[in-house]
Structures are given as C-alpha cells and as structure tokens.
C-alpha cells in the first residue's frame, strides 16, 4: 500500500509517518477484502437489475463502501470491520433480491435429474450464471434442432420450471470453470459465455465462441441485445455431437424444496436417523488440495446429510450417496447466490428445534476462490455463523492480525484433513 502521508511504501524504511503508516497493512487488508465483496455484491446486483429488481439500499452501499477505501479516508481499523460486516448484510439482501427475482420469472426451482453427457445433433453450451441468457436463447433455438447443454454454474437452471419446459435443453456438459478449456475443445458445438469464471479460449474453439452481458473476451464475437441469431447461425454450421450419455446428477433443491420437507427433516433428526448437516461447496478452483471436499463427502458416516451449491460441488456431485427415509443424502441447493437457500433452511430448522443456527447439528466447510465468496463469507459472519471451515488455504490477503480478529471473533478455521475434520467435528 501507498502512503500518500510521506509518498513511500506504508510501513516501509522509507515510511517517516509511523503515527499514521503503523497500521496500514491492516488497513489495507481490510480495504482489499471490502473492494473484493462490493464486487461480488455488483454481480448478483447486476442479475437482479437484468431481471427488473433493485435495492435503493443495496445501491446506496457501494457509494458509501468505496469511499471508505478512498485514500486517507478512514485509518480506523474498527469501522473497517463494522463496514465488512454490513457489506455481508447488504449480500443478504442482494441474494434474497436475486433470488425472488429468479422464483418470479423462472417459477420455483424443483428438485430434478439432470442427464450428463451429449445427445446427437447439432449444439450449443451455455456457461457462467446468467439465467436470463439462457431463457432468451432456448427461445429463439426453438424449432431449429440445436440442443442445448448447461456448463458450470448454469447446472441448476434445470431446475426453473420455466427453463426446463424448453424440450432442447437436454443435459449438462462439463464441470466447474477451471476445466473449461478442456472441456470446451472437446465440445464441437458453439459456446456462450454469460458471466464471469471465463477463461482466454485456445484457439482450437476461439472461432466457435461468443460472449454476451459483460463477459467479453479478445477476438470473440459479442451479443447485443441478447439477439442469438449469429450464435445460432454458427452452431447449425459446426459438426454435429454425438450420442455419448453420461450419468446423472440432482439438482433444484431451492429452500421451498427442501422446507417442504421440513416435518420428515426433523423427525429423522428427533429419531437419530439424521446425526448430522455439513454444507459443503462454494468456489471450485485448480489449486491443489481441492480433492479434500470429493473426499470429505465420501467420508462422511450414512447417517449424514450433505448441502451443496456454487461450482465446489463439481468435486461430488456425482457421487451416489442414497437416501435418508426418502430425504436425499445430498441436496444441490443452486448456484453460488443460493447461498440464501442454505440460510433460509438453517433459520428454519433452528426455529424448529428452538436454538441458535450456531447449535443444530450443521458444520460448513467451505471452498473459496473469488469476489463471491467473500461477499457470502461476510453474510455468514454478519449472521454470526461460526465455526466455519475454510479452504483450500485461508485468504492471502487477510493479515495475520485481521485473522486473528476473525478467530477470536468466529473460529474460522482452516481445513486439515477429512479424516481429522470429520472426526473433530462429530465429536
């Protein structure tokens, strides 16, 4: 960080203002992790406002959460905190609008079996997060024989009653977005990329790719307007897929979904048939140490219950875990922003059982990569979740005292191993 009191690197030999530099690496840590949530607070924002929702409350925070970091605006470690803490409460709000936002134009998400894999014909695959993309698209390829596949973070699009009525939306290509330049190769079909976690293409599907909403990438035709015609035009084009089916996956498990099994949840919980919640998932990324949470979720004893969303589940998500009396022992709750599905149940059974979410028998252990996961991360400390497990590694850009502040204050922790993790923590 800069100081703009003596114009030399804050802390450093040629720092003279110690009185005012002496914290600043700390400061600055704070800053970086508030610019880091604003961004992810923006993206589900954005969504919201595509689909004709917006908080005035939502909006007035990025003012007031980016002055904060202007330069010699505020020294004062403790505000910076309470800012953190409302950048999670206006994350709560953001996701709930996006999610409302979602349930109104999409219908309710229901549970549903998602074929993996490709049908023969011609294609096309459709990443990132979008919802609205995609609706547009599977309208205008109607009638034209062009199947199209979900990528990453659209897998839970099959589960919006009013995206899965569309015939042509056949399937699930692939996994999460570090795998993609795989996995694109080896798709023959044309690609759209809606949203962030896109990566520069090969060159081997450059000329087959578009981007549409503010993902954009170097030599790769644009969308405007949400007007598919060219992307339609070069998928009819490329070569066909072919028929290679794959298994299946769940997903669509939105908080009314799983409430509505609330009764069967909780007496199974009452009967000792349920020991156990662990929410795991989050951000996938290509940092080794990823294989812990496919691993964690094999572990985990039968009488256990696992929650899911975000692209982390992609490490698990084709596991068969079997059913608890009828409850699934792994529920795909959606997408990163359905992170509101996961506390909305939470609240929910703590209700039931008269306690605090701190008390159910609930552990998270999460993966994180990028601005999102920050944002979701402060939700869950402005609710006061503790406890949570994080990995593959603890944020680098947390200092060793905002750490400190973090452990004192929440038990956030760093995961070890499955082995010791579960072992710690089911006692």
Request: contains cysteine; aromatic residues 8%.
């Amino acid at each position: 960080m800069f100081c703009y009191q003596c114009e030399q690197t804050a802390g450093g030999t040629g720092c003279t203002k110690v009185g005012v530099c002496g914290k600043n690496e700390d400061i600055a840590s704070l800053q970086d992790t508030l610019v880091f949530a604003l961004k992810g607070i923006a993206a589900y924002a954005y969504h919201a406002r595509e689909l004709g929702a917006h908080d005035e409350e939502v909006d007035a925070f990025f003012s007031e959460g980016l002055f904060a970091t202007l330069t010699n605006v505020n020294f004062n470690l403790e505000s910076h905190i309470e800012l953190l803490l409302k950048a999670g409460k206006m994350n709560l709000r953001v996701m709930e609008l996006l999610d409302k936002a979602h349930v109104e134009r999409f219908g309710v998400p229901q549970p549903t079996k998602v074929q993996v894999g490709t049908k023969a014909g011609p294609g096309i695959l459709v990443t990132g997060h979008d919802l609205l993309d995609l609706y547009e698209l599977l309208k205008q390829t109607q009638g034209t024989g062009i199947n199209v596949y979900t990528h990453g973070e659209m897998l839970p699009a099959h589960g919006y009653p009013e995206l899965r009525k569309f015939p042509h939306l056949v399937g699930n290509y692939g996994t999460a977005w570090q795998n993609q330049r795989q996995e694109f190769e080896e798709f023959s079909g044309a690609i759209l990329a809606t949203t962030n976690c896109v990566l520069i293409p090969k060159d081997s599907y450059k000329d087959r790719m578009f981007t549409s909403g503010v993902a954009n990438l170097p030599g790769v035709p644009h969308i405007k307007d949400r007007n598919f015609q060219p992307l339609i035009e070069k998928a009819l084009t490329l070569p066909p897929l072919p028929e290679n089916p794959g298994p299946t996956t769940m997903t669509g498990f939105h908080h009314q979904a799983v409430l509505a099994l609330a009764d069967k949840i909780i007496e199974a919980v009452k009967a000792g048939k349920i020991r156990h919640f662990f929410l795991v998932g989050g951000c996938d990324g290509a940092k080794p140490g990823r294989n812990y949470y496919t691993e964690f979720v094999e572990k985990v004893p039968k009488d256990c219950v696992v929650l899911t969303l975000g692209c982390g589940k992609y490490r698990f998500n084709y596991l068969d875990l079997g059913e608890i009396d009828g409850i699934p022992r792994l529920l795909d709750m959606g997408q990163c922003n359905n992170a509101y599905s996961a506390i909305q149940v939470a609240t929910a059974l703590a209700k039931a059982f008269g306690c605090s979410v701190n008390e159910l028998p609930l552990s998270l252990v999460l993966s994180w990569f990028e601005q999102k996961a920050v944002a979701i991360l402060l939700t869950l400390l402005h609710l006061g979740i503790k406890n949570i497990r994080l990995g593959p590694s603890l944020p680098a850009f947390l200092t060793p005292n905002v750490l400190k502040v973090l452990q004192e204050n929440y038990n956030i922790q760093p995961i070890t191993t499955p082995e010791a993790d579960i072992k710690a923590i089911l006692g």
